[in-house]
């Protein structure tokens, strides 16, 4: 078994002790890039779920009523630890996802933030107060939490998941049951542990690692107790939470799929775009909901920026995360290696050119070659399905406006990127694309202060900014005769 960079916990954390599974299930998790056992977790049952919303239920009224600078204060001790740990959870978190250690350090530092964010927002939550507009009376409007929360975070950023989810949750002042993805557990594990360190109080935050997220959470959807589920993940799933949902009028909160675009158009800066298109596909390996799946360039700057990028994808190093000078690491399993393989191919089969890559890396672990592809059909699968993965496609468009279209031409609506050294153009574009959010001659817009999400069928709610706590707080109206 590999030695891990921190004693990260194993069980299960219910009431504020760690202990095993009910059934005494155990589950393996392993590194993507050999598939080398890493540890071996608790499989919780749903009796254990009980339990665990057993906790948040008792923890609620009390951390409800806890002083705000308090809840800021354990925000702000665990965003410290986090941060005196920054390089061990980087590269526990390499060794359970699989992508390069200077990414994995990058998003200790992004989803460290969340912590800190929140914690100076849990002391700034307020409310309305003034006379009715026909006078006579007072009117007072306070927010205040919906109450015991279940989180469940996806495998692809183990620690600014979790916080994205966690730092608004105990702002806010609801008590949580939070379930990691079964793939990358470890890294929440830590996370919590640190927390506990800081002072979290006993059933406030309660873990749940499991080998089927439906096992624990459908009975966590049915109770009545629960009163919110915030949900990263596909939209497959995303939907089915929701008919859960529907039964209990559960307030939920959904950040589902996407299909981004990456607009080029004939006046962007050419190395400006080809530093924003290479972070915008394979940051994190290409696994991101925000990461671009459909490069949409103008048919005049087509071929030069088809071969500045190749040259850039060429240059792409495929290995172990943890190895020095690596940019792409292992995808997280086989199944996703294949979608990957099969959507290039069915690219080709329509009439696409593979520039570059195109095939699974032979050897041990879930590697995918880098792929850029050109003249891609914009009836290819590609262009309608996520591709999770290192495959770059390349449709050319003669004008703003069929470039619009095309970009809407999806059921998802997360995030678009473009590129354009005319700021009108970008506003309108801007104005036109069908998402929540859009990024201009840059590759990479997630940020703790601004709000994270998509319409469409890429979810509900917000996560960051201002609007994050939001999602965590129910409002009561009071009126009073003057």
């Known amino acids: 078994m590999t030695q891990l960079p921190l004693d990260v916990p194993t069980d299960l954390f219910i009431g504020g002790e760690w202990r095993a599974a009910s059934g005494g299930d155990r589950i393996d998790v392993t590194d993507p890039a050999d598939d080398s056992l890493l540890a071996r977790i608790a499989d919780a049952t749903a009796e254990d779920a009980t339990a665990a919303l057993d906790a948040a239920v008792a923890a609620k009224q009390e951390w409800a009523e806890t002083a705000p600078r308090t809840r800021s204060d354990l925000l702000r001790a665990t965003f410290e630890a986090v941060m005196d740990s920054a390089d061990e959870l980087a590269l526990l978190m390499t060794l ?51 109450g015991p929360c279940l989180l469940i975070t996806p495998w692809n950023f183990p620690l600014a998941m979790a916080t994205r989810k966690l730092g608004p949750a105990l702002a806010a002042g609801c008590t949580v049951v939070i379930k990691p993805a079964t793939l990358t557990p470890l890294t929440t594990l830590a996370v919590v542990a640190m927390m506990e360190r800081a002072g979290l109080p ?24 629960l009163r919110k589920v915030s949900f990263t993940g596909s939209t497959e799933v995303g939907r089915i939470l929701l008919e859960q949902a529907a039964p209990k009028v559960l307030r939920t909160s959904m950040e589902l799929g996407g299909n981004a675009p990456f607009l080029v158009f004939d006046d962007a800066d050419l190395d400006t775009t080809v530093t924003a298109a290479m972070q915008a596909k394979f940051r994190n390996v290409g696994q991101a909901c925000t990461a671009a799946n459909r490069f949409l360039v103008q048919r005049g700057i087509a071929e030069e920026l088809t071969a500045r990028l190749k040259d850039a994808v060429d240059e792409l190093v495929v290995g172990r995360g943890t190895d020095e000078g690596v940019t792409i690491g292992p995808l997280v399993d086989d199944d996703t290696v294949a979608k990957c393989v099969e959507l290039t191919e069915d690219a080709v089969s329509r009439g696409a050119k593979v520039l570059c890559g195109g095939e699974a890396v032979d050897g041990p672990g879930h590697f995918m070659q880098p792929t850029l592809l050109s003249d891609v059909p914009p009836d290819a699968r590609i262009c309608a399905e996520e591709v999770f993965g290192p495959v770059l496609p390349i449709t050319v468009f003669d004008t703003e406006e069929e470039a619009i279209a095309m970009a809407n031409d999806t059921e998802f609506g997360l995030t ?13 574009v801007t104005d036109a694309l069908e998402v929540g959010m859009v990024g201009i001659n840059i590759g990479v817009l997630s940020n703790a ?33 003057l």
């Open 416 to 428: 678009s990127y473009l590129c354009t050294s005319d700021m009108v153009r970008a506003r309108r």
């Open 96 to 146: 359970e996802m699989g992508k390069p250690l200077a990414e994995s350090k990058a998003e200790v530092t992004y989803g460290a933030e969340f912590l800190r964010w929140f914690s100076e927002e849990a002391a700034r939550v307020g409310g309305r107060h003034g006379v009715r507009p026909e006078g006579g009376a007072d009117m007072v409007v306070r927010p205040y939490p919906v």
């Open 449 to 481: 202060a601004a709000p994270f999400g998509g319409v469409k069928q890429s979810g509900l709610g917000r996560e960051g900014g201002v609007e994050g706590i939001a999602e965590y707080q129910a409002l009561r109206y009071t009126l009073t005769p």
């Open 202 to 225: 006993a059933g406030v935050v309660n873990v749940l690692t499991s080998s089927s997220a439906s096992k624990v959470s459908k009975p966590l959807m049915a109770d009545p107790r």
